[in-house]
């Protein structure tokens, strides 16, 4: 049987709108890209970037004098793909735990991700710990965020069910418990321990170096490739639990796996990156509104959208007020924020609230 008239033509509307949406994001990405890496408080043209490119991938072009050569290869284009490696993994991230909770005010650090990495790094430098050398904090903030989201889930666990509800609770919970730890951690620290902490939770990508970049690669690309393949599964879910299970979907092993990809991609991205709020939370939103709520284009949307993100603001946080740098963390709470309230509003507006 034929489906009704308005389908057909919606569908290729649809398949369009992703597509255009698509190549979009992906042209605006690349020509931040290029920015990033050319501009800066030594200016690199646009067509030297491109060529010092093409020449260390064997496609033409030319090496640079010296100077102009280190900073684009040991300064600009490492944190530009970390900037790339963050963006993605907090947008995917967002996107999956928004589909897992079906709450559209779901992010990474509802259920302590975040709060958890910090107590790690806040720990390693307010006691001193130097076990692993510059790599100390990042790894001290990266085991720090897992082992908060196993406790997060173990204590939400009854029953061999887990309650959204509940989980997002006991998050709230260990969120709180976080806080008080991090606090009694800058009560006892000295001078400078408090200022590398505050640093240090204001998020930024000024310490950007290849190593840091191959430390959150395997990361971020496992999580990132894992997470569309749950994309069908979560459309199912966002019928509701019992329908989902009717359809053949296994909600509470979706919940374990993806509750544990999103632990992954953000404990790696908040251990090199610092505390860097609203991308999560704003980036699928956005691309809600722009092409519906389907998870097939939202979650790798989502991280695509997400990397376009932290480079601008990454652009943004060191060339607005140079040569000072402005904290990343700050910057994306300081345009979240109002964006948020303004979503907020306008949902209210429309439907009446979230329910």
Known sequence: MSPPGPAPQKQPQQRGRTWLLTVALLG??????????????????LGDVLSSVRHRIGLGGAALERVPESVLWNVRLPRVVLALLVGASLGCA??????????????????????????????SIALGLSFLGNWTVTVCAF?????????????????????????ILTGIAVNAFA????GLSIFFADNAQITQITFWQL???AQATWPKVLAVLPCALLGLAVAPFYAGKLDLLALGERPARHLGVDVERLRVVLVLVVALLTA??????GIITFVGLLVPHLLRMANGPGHRFLVPGSALAGALVLVAGDLAARTVAAPAELPLGVLTALFGSPFFFWLLRRTRRRQGGWA
């Open 94 to 123: 967002g996107a999956l735990m928004q589909g897992v909770f079906g709450n559209p005010l779901a992010e990474p650090g509802v259920i302590g991700i975040s709060a958890g990495a910090a107590v790690g790094a806040v720990a």
């Open 179 to 182: 806080g008080a730890l991090i």
């Open 268 to 273: 790696a991205a908040v251990a090199v990156a």
């Open 143 to 167: 085991v720090s965020g897992l082992l908060t989201v196993l406790l997060v889930y173990a204590m939400s666990r009854s029953g061999g069910r887990t309650e959204v509800v509940t989980l």
């Open 28 to 45: 605006v990405l690349l020509l931040l890209c290029l920015l990033s890496a050319g501009l800066g408080a030594y200016d690199i043209p």
């Open 203 to 205: 998020g930024s990508l």
